[in-house]
């Protein structure tokens, strides 16, 4: 009967960097598969440590840290602009979003004050720019943000408590051209990341309702959204608009290949995807 990698041994290979591929393999044997492991073990461990040495080196940069500034450079080229918002935002703001007191996306939120709250995502802020920035910039115009954002999930070898986002936002979108506009800026995004494998699906999301999700490697990457929306009178934003929010650690997970995302987040573990246990 064929047997699998034990517990402790997929939890290894997936701290140092194995793909799915070695994680879910099947054995003729115990022998055959401890054998398999400590084979396997050794090579990415020794893997591990060109990938440090390379870093000690040069470019001494994080992929994380790549990835955001390709991004950057992406958006900017393309006529976006940076901006940069505060961590904390008001239990107001996320009210707007529908994230109301008695809402169970409430228990998800780090609070840091009884209304204050460490952001759980960029869109609120982002909204209160479009809303100031419509008063002074002629249409469309683009703005986007890179940064952390924090959320009691709920674990998992694809979930992050404290994670990097990338939002944009484009208000005065056309009404008729949204849709192709929206699949524009992820596919710009999607170049800029090196991950050339997508597609749109459709979603039912809990705060915006109807969403367009990009998938890649069977993972959400992102979710996209347009206006007019019913959470716009919250914010007194009235036109048309086109916004996407990235996971940058699930760009990262996706392009590589592995099975772990905290490889790719910020640690005191893992250094540029690198297990430090080595």
């Given at each position: 009967?064929?047997?699998?990698?034990t517990?402790?041994?997929k939890?290894?290979?997936?701290?140092l960097?194995?793909?799915?591929?070695?994680?879910t393999?099947?054995?003729?044997?115990?022998?055959?598969?401890?054998?398999?492991?400590?084979r396997?073990e050794?090579?990415?461990?020794?893997?591990?440590?060109?990938?440090?040495?390379?870093l000690?080196?040069?470019?001494r940069?994080?992929?994380?840290?790549?990835?955001?500034?390709g991004?950057?450079?992406a958006?900017?080229?393309?006529?976006?602009?940076?901006?940069?918002t505060?961590?904390?935002?008001?239990?107001?703001?996320?009210?707007?979003?529908?994230?109301a007191?008695?809402?169970?996306?409430r228990?998800?939120?780090?609070w840091?004050?009884?209304?204050?709250?460490?952001?759980?995502?960029?869109?609120?802020?982002?909204?209160t720019?479009?809303?100031?920035?419509?008063?002074?910039?002629?249409?469309?115009?683009?703005?986007?943000?890179v940064?952390?954002?924090?959320?009691?999930?709920?674990?998992?070898?694809?979930?992050?408590s404290?994670?990097?986002?990338?939002?944009c936002?484009?208000?005065?979108?056309?009404?008729?051209?949204?849709?192709?506009?929206?699949?524009?800026?992820?596919?710009?995004v999607?170049?800029?990341?090196?991950?050339?494998?997508?597609?749109?699906?459709?979603?039912?999301?809990?705060?915006?309702?109807?969403?367009?999700?990009?998938?890649?490697?069977?993972?959400?990457?992102?979710?996209?959204?347009?206006?007019?929306?019913?959470?716009?009178?919250?914010?007194?934003?009235?036109?048309?608009?086109?916004?996407?929010?990235?996971?940058l650690?699930?760009?990262?997970?996706?392009?590589?290949?592995?099975?772990?995302?905290?490889?790719?987040?910020?640690?005191?573990?893992?250094?540029?995807g690198v297990?430090l246990?080595?």
């Amino acid at each position: 009967m064929p047997v699998e990698l034990t517990v402790t041994q997929k939890q290894r290979l997936r701290e140092l960097g194995g793909g799915d591929e070695l994680v879910t393999a099947r054995f003729a044997s115990a022998a055959e598969r401890d054998e398999t492991f400590r084979r396997t073990e050794h090579e990415l461990v020794a893997a591990g440590r060109r990938t440090l040495d390379d870093l000690r080196l040069g470019p001494r940069t994080p992929r994380l840290r790549l990835l955001e500034d390709g991004l950057r450079a992406a958006l900017t080229a393309a006529g976006f602009c940076e901006v940069v918002t505060p961590l904390i935002v008001a239990a107001e703001a996320l009210d707007n979003m529908g994230i109301a007191a008695g809402d169970p996306l409430r228990e998800q939120i780090y609070w840091v004050a009884r209304d204050r709250a460490l952001r759980p995502m960029l869109a609120p802020n982002l909204y209160t720019l479009m809303r100031r920035l419509g008063r002074l910039w002629p249409r469309p115009f683009g703005i986007f943000e890179v940064g952390p954002c924090f959320r009691r999930d709920t674990g998992g070898s694809r979930h992050l408590s404290e994670f990097t986002m990338l939002n944009c936002v484009e208000l005065g979108t056309p009404l008729a051209a949204r849709r192709r506009r929206l699949e524009e800026l992820a596919g710009l995004v999607m170049a800029a990341a090196t991950v050339d494998d997508y597609e749109f699906q459709e979603h039912e999301s809990e705060v915006y309702g109807d969403t367009v999700d990009v998938v890649a490697g069977g993972l959400e990457v992102c979710s996209a959204a347009t206006g007019p929306h019913p959470l716009d009178d919250n914010w007194g934003v009235t036109e048309p608009w086109v916004g996407l929010g990235f996971g940058l650690e699930r760009l990262l997970l996706v392009r590589e290949g592995a099975s772990a995302i905290e490889r790719f987040g910020r640690s005191t573990t893992y250094l540029d995807g690198v297990r430090l246990n080595i």
